[in-house]
């Protein structure tokens, strides 16, 4: 078996110095680990490399993938008033989102992972594997409606300006994912900002929130499920219901305080995920299981994800204590339902390339992350959510933490240095 | 100090100040009371605090906190976590390195020493010390007759120091590497050894100018390794201290305890003859790992000084023991030695001949049988290990798996090693091998390998993964039990940033102490080569 497969790969092996040895190269390693032994060195090494990590990451992300998924469906429906019970039309909601997620996950690895091949074959290297996890986990900080065009720019500028104009896997400041999404925020506000793009297939027609009409591929759906006598999508283009919008718990407390919030999302709502939101963001159980799982196998940073949660409760009791706007006067404790809070803790703070390198660097981090975030998403009424823009601003600080933490590890040597014995 | 005190008390008894004016309203003072009890006993816990912090400061400028001992009123987080320290530690402090990882490989080698094994040929490597010139001054020629101790060659930098003969017997063959450079000097041994007569050296009589010049002659010199830079001293340095670890705590190590047996007194000569070689101390690394109480050869040297050691590996490594007793700085030179350098170094004063019996050990998986065997410094590893190999897709290495030098059947031991694994080439393809939960030595949770702690591997030499860029942080330093930040020495060294480098502590490492730190690197850096360059680079600076 493994050496017809092994055999078969020989035989496809296109001319070394190609653009497509580099593709077979990837794709070789993908299906096999290398026959490469150790020299020089260390004889025995871990078993753990950088496929694995970043594939754990990947894999500690997936049942945000399956909610998220489901959510689309399930926003979609509540919003033209079918199927609001959250189990109901089950086959529709999640056959929905899978066709509303699916061109957008294409689109990511088909634009990041062509990008990621072609510089690997012009510097001459064998393909990284960095950009698994950020095309992992760009579909999931984007608003369901994205248009694809727009997704293509902002990945095609996170990966080229980000990433690849410093290096490479490993050499970036900015975390490229986070990079990708602020391209959207600052060059196509409107597709990214606002009450409409959080509800997938809901346009705005002459003040009227209408449906968008179902494509072929619905069709082909529902020609299956009458197949099984199910329920079926249907032509579209169905009303809103009455005194519909698909504001975020954000926007909402940013005009009206925890009053305004509660009145439209319970926070089991909020909780479990089943509200309007970026498509991974929303359930915050998921998110906090994947955070587990990446602490347990020690990939990512617990330091970064605890230090984090102190600076957002910090800055959250101080906001209490002041109440200068009714969104400050949201108890601390609701600001870890509302928002990405976590999703950007456990995925995004803890990239241990933007991250703060050094153990004492980590927790002042992540605590600033936490106190900015916050700021930003209770301060500023511009932007709908701060986490996002206080992780990039703090990686761009991170070389300089890291800075301050080693050199006081050379002072202390220079101490003993100057002392006398 | 005082003021922030002040200031803390000052802050307290603000808001009983509102608390009791606004009381006087007649209604029940139990909760003012109540403050002013809470308040009391932060207060008393300020003060003990305080108090607590002082004497640490104290113990800091006597500088007493290098020990290890725990200075506070509290009990430290791990010492009440810590399994219960061995009985035979009792009435020393022990340093307990929390950092590390044991590799557990299979083929441990039984505690008896197979007379069967024996090598006939052996060889001395001038390529085994650091900073020589590829072609010394050889002084010898094929088929002349040496005996043990005679001279074989030496640096023509530095004539002084002598390299000599480990055996007695008939050179074969001097072996030259590219560029004309001598790979190694071959000797085929005698069956009845053969020794250079060494005169009587009297210890207390002589200065030290004397016991250099002595030793140097005599073939003695080379044992020593000067840190910073893992080289042989010049004649003119002193050392500040010279170190020595009693246990080895790499994969498959020989036991020292056994190894030492019935060597003992030219352990404790060795000893003596150190100790006026440098104007400080000795220092000697003991093993409180297990539950019996090492070797009474290494409990009961005298004069020396004595530190417990517990941990997972490397904390046998010298260079991590000298960092927890009293770390090098850049302008200190500090000896160190292995245990069976010194009883060579001692023999030359009791049996007044150069005695370089060696007991090695014999290891790995693919050995039939792993044992220790009796020979003689730098024996050839092919005879060694002949009808002992399962099968001969195998590699050689002097040395343990993670520090040690790749050899072929035809190569010898290096001069310091006293070990020889074997294990598996890894030289095959695995499908999916980054996704399947492999049963491979691992320190991460994410293979299921740490589900079972006992498991004795049978490692081999796959890399498992591509060479990458930096990516995870924080790996190293978990597996390195120093104030060290080795990414950022790394990477300050392929930088070629001098001043960072001394600043970040490379003088205090050597390739074995960064070993671990290159196993488990997620993206299969070569840091030992990495480091041995930013080290060569600063030793040519200096």
């Known amino acids: 078996m493994k050496q017809t497969i092994l055999d078969l790969f020989k035989r496809l092996e296109p001319k070394k110095g190609t653009i497509a040895h580099t593709a077979y190269d990837a794709f070789f390693t993908f299906a096999f680990t290398p026959n490469e032994v150790t020299h020089n060195g260390v004889h025995v090494r871990d078993g753990m490399d950088l496929k694995r990590t970043m594939v754990q990451v990947v894999i500690a992300m997936q049942l945000c993938y399956i909610f998220g998924t489901y959510n689309i469906g399930h926003q979609h429906f509540v919003a033209i008033g079918q199927y609001t019970e959250f189990f109901a039309g089950f086959h529709l909601k999640l056959v929905y989102g899978f066709i509303q997620l699916l061109p957008i996950w294409v689109v990511t690895h088909a634009v990041g992972l062509g990008i990621e091949f072609f510089y690997a074959f012009k510097r001459k290297h064998a393909v990284e594997e960095g950009f698994l996890v950020s095309g992992a986990l760009i579909p999931l900080i984007m608003p369901p409606d994205i248009p694809l065009w727009i997704l293509t720019l902002s990945i095609a500028f996170a990966v080229i300006i980000g990433k690849e104009a410093f290096g490479g896997t490993g050499m970036n400041i900015l975390n490229i994912a986070l990079l990708a999404r602020v391209f959207v925020f600052f060059a196509y506000p409107t597709y990214i900002s606002g009450d409409e793009v959080w509800v997938s297939g809901i346009e705005k027609v002459n003040g009227q929130y209408i449906s968008d009409t179902y494509g072929w591929a619905h069709h082909l759906f529902d020609w299956i499920f009458k197949g099984f006598g199910w329920t079926s999508f249907g032509e579209g283009g169905l009303a809103a219901i009455d005194g519909y919008s698909g504001a975020t718990p954000l926007s909402l407390g940013a005009a009206g305080g925890w009053e305004a919030i509660s009145s439209r999302y319970t926070p089991a709502e909020m909780w479990w995920g089943t509200i309007p939101g970026s498509i991974g963001e929303t359930s915050k159980p998921f998110i906090i299981l994947g955070a587990l799982y990446l602490i347990f196998i020690n990939i990512a940073s617990w330091r970064v994800m605890v230090s984090m949660v102190l600076g957002l409760i910090t800055m959250g009791l101080i906001f209490n204590a002041w109440g200068w706007s009714p969104f400050m006067e949201v108890p601390w404790y609701y600001h870890f339902y509302m928002g990405s809070f976590l999703f950007a803790m456990a995925f995004m703070a803890t990239d241990p390339v933007t991250a703060a390198s050094t153990t004492r660097g980590k927790w002042i981090y992540g605590f600033f992350i936490g106190v900015l975030g916050l700021v930003i998403r209770v301060i500023n009424p511009a932007y709908p959510e701060g986490w996002m823009l206080a992780i990039l601003f703090m990686n761009v600080f991170a070389p300089l933490i890291d800075h301050f933490v080693i050199q006081a590890n050379i002072r202390r040597r220079l101490k003993r240095a100057k002392a006398s014995v | ?542």
Request: a negative charge.
């Open chain 2, 1 to 542: 100090m005082k003021n922030r005190v002040f200031y803390l008390l000052f802050l307290l008894l603000l808001p009983l100040g509102t608390l009791l004016a606004q009381s006087t309203g007649g209604s029940s003072n139990y909760f003012v009371y109540g403050i002013l009890a809470i308040a009391v006993i932060l207060f008393l816990g300020l003060i003990v605090q305080v108090s607590d912090n002082l004497l640490a400061i104290e113990a800091k400028r006597v500088g007493a906190d290098k020990t290890g001992t725990n200075f506070s009123i509290f009990p430290r987080l791990n010492e009440l976590l810590a399994p219960k320290a061995p009985a035979y530690t009792e009435g020393h402090t022990v340093i307990r390195t929390q950092r590390g990882f044991d590799i557990k490989l299979e083929g441990e080698a039984i505690k008896t020493i197979d007379s069967s094994v024996q090598a006939n040929t052996f060889a001395l490597q001038p390529r085994n010390f650091h900073g020589m010139s590829p072609i010394p001054k050889v002084e010898v020629e094929p088929r002349q007759q040496v005996k043990a101790g005679d001279v074989l060659f030496y640096d023509k930098r530095y004539p002084e120091i002598k390299y000599v003969a480990p055996v007695s017997g008939e050179i074969v063959a001097v072996n030259r590497a590219e560029k004309r450079a001598i790979k190694e000097v071959v000797i085929l041994a005698d069956k009845n050894m053969q020794y250079r007569e060494v005169p009587a050296f009297n210890l207390d009589g002589s200065s030290r100018e004397e016991l250099v010049n002595f030793l140097a002659e005599y073939g003695a010199w080379p044992l020593l390794t000067q840190r910073p830079f893992d080289v042989v001293p010049g004649l003119k340095d002193v050392p500040r201290d010279i170190f020595i670890s009693t246990f080895d705590s790499a994969p498959l190590a020989p036991d020292l305890n056994f190894v030492v047996e019935g060597r003992g007194n030219h352990f404790q000569k060795g000893l003596d003859v150190l100790s006026k070689l440098t104007p400080g101390r000795i220092y000697l690394g003991l093993d409180a790992r297990g539950e019996k109480a090492p070797s009474t050869v290494f409990t009961k040297a005298e004069g020396v000084e004595q530190y417990w050691f517990n941990g997972k590996h490397p904390v046998g490594n010298v260079g991590i023991q000298i960092h927890h007793i009293n770390p090098i700085r850049p302008q200190d030179k500090v000896w160190v030695l292995n245990v069976q350098d010194v009883i060579t170094l001692g023999a030359l004063f009791t049996e007044r001949r150069f005695n370089a019996e060696r007991v090695v050990v014999l290891t790995g998986a693919e050995l039939k049988q792993p044992v220790y065997v009796r020979t003689y410094l730098g024996a050839n590893i092919g005879e060694l290990v002949k009808n002992n190999l399962k099968n001969d897709h195998v590699r050689l290495i002097s040395g343990d798996v993670l520090s040690g030098k790749t050899k072929s059947e035809a190569d010898f031991l290096n001069f310091h090693d006293d070990q020889i694994t074997v294990i598996e080439e890894g030289d095959d393809y695995v499908l999916f091998g980054w996704l399947t939960p492999r049963l491979v030595p691992s320190v991460s949770p994410a293979l299921p390998s740490f589900l079972f702690p006992n498991i004795q591997f049978k490692a081999n030499t796959n890399t498992n993964g591509e060479e990458r860029a930096f990516v995870v942080t924080g790996q190293y330093e978990a597996v390195l039990p120093m104030d060290i930040y080795p990414q950022h020495l790394f990477k300050a060294i392929l930088a070629n940033d001098f001043e960072k480098m001394e600043g970040l502590g490379i003088h205090e490492l050597s390739e074995e102490d960064v070993a671990l730190c290159e196993f488990v690197c997620t993206s299969k850096q070569p840091l030992q080569e990495i480091l041995r360059e930013g080290l060569d680079a600063v030793h040519a600076e200096s």
